[in-house]
């Protein structure tokens, strides 16, 4: 059983930068691929990026590629979402959840485990 407390989230202006972070129980978080899932209000939640065991492999949507970078400490069991260039669109509820398997997902029903998340607000 793996659980997930996401932080960092809060009221920023456009066009500047906020980190999330996502604390992980697992004793053995070094062992799960993790991701960041976005829902904003009225829509379904969606794929971000995500990052491998080892954090050598990470993945983003077109939409953050450039502005988000994802990260992850083992050591201290934690996962990060660097966000800059922030757009009000890009306001949302941010989700962390990890992936029991080996291979990357950007799919959400591929993580086995999920946070509470954490409100982002970009104003214009």
């Known amino acids: 059983q793996v659980q997930l407390v996401e932080s960092g989230g809060g009221l920023v202006q456009a066009g500047g930068p906020l980190r999330l972070s996502c604390a992980a129980s697992?004793?053995?978080?070094?062992?799960?691929?993790m991701g960041w899932f976005p829902q904003a209000p009225g829509k379904e939640r969606e794929f971000v990026a995500c990052?491998?065991?080892?954090?050598?492999?990470?993945y983003y949507t077109d939409s953050v590629k450039g502005r988000f970078t994802i990260s992850r400490d083992n050591a201290k069991s934690t996962l990060y979402l660097q966000m800059n260039s922030l757009k009000p669109e890009d306001t949302a509820v941010y989700y962390c959840?990890?992936?029991?398997?080996?291979?990357?997902?950007?799919?959400?029903?591929?993580?086995?485990?999920w946070g509470q998340g954490t409100q982002v607000t970009v104003s214009s």
């Open positions: 959840a990890a992936r029991d398997r080996l291979l990357l997902s950007r799919s959400l029903h591929g993580y086995d485990y």
């Open positions: 697992a004793r053995s978080f070094n062992k799960y691929v």
């Open positions: 990052i491998s065991w080892s954090g050598c492999s990470t």
